[in-house]
């Protein structure tokens, strides 16, 4: 099964997200794919294709990460890979979140690979197939009004996406509770 681990958004940062996606959309900057509500989060580790005996190690092992309740922040919009652009997406703001991937990357290490770039604490906001005008796109995200949206991280979870007809779905295996 294909799993990540990540943390689920508020409703409040939620609606902004999904209002500036729609704006995002409605410019036309772009040809790509834009995640449905339910699949929006923040990853923390991406971990691929799994079996259920690496799944159930993955799920002792986060069990064992202690780490207090943190507030994060929106921060700015922005595009990853300036000379082809991917993803669009909106920052995350918080050391702490910085800490907790961190701590999950290297509890994990033995069972799958640790990540080569350096963590950016993001929302997707979509993924990007074509585009006409580079400059134009590549200027966007600096037009972004974004609310400064503070929220409470309660908790992450292990999730796996499964590919259907309608789409990737995602749910949740087991959420892990911060204290």
Not at 20 to 43: A, M, R, V
Not at 116 to 138: C, W
Request: aromatic content about 8%.
């Amino acid at each position: 099964m294909r799993c990540f681990i990540a943390i689920d958004l508020p409703q409040e940062v939620m609606k902004e997200v999904i209002n500036i996606q729609q704006n995002l959309k409605s410019q036309d900057l772009f040809q790509g794919s834009y995640p449905k509500q339910e699949s929006i989060h923040i990853t923390l580790k991406f971990l691929g294709e799994l079996n259920s005996e690496k799944v159930e190690k993955i799920k002792e092992i986060l069990r064992k990460i202690h780490s207090k309740k943190f507030d994060a922040t929106l921060g700015r919009a922005g595009i990853f890979d300036t000379k082809f652009p991917t993803v669009f997406w909106i920052g995350i703001i918080s050391q702490k979140l910085h800490m907790l991937q961190q701590q999950i990357e290297e509890s994990l290490k033995e069972i799958v690979s640790k990540e080569k770039r350096d963590y950016t604490g993001h929302i997707t906001l979509a993924k990007i197939k074509r585009f006409s005008q580079r400059q134009k796109l590549l200027d966007y995200p600096n037009k972004i009004k974004i609310k400064n949206i503070s929220f409470k991280i309660l908790s992450f979870s292990l999730k796996e996406s499964r590919l259907t007809s309608k789409g990737r779905i995602h749910s949740t295996l087991e959420q892990f509770t911060l204290n």
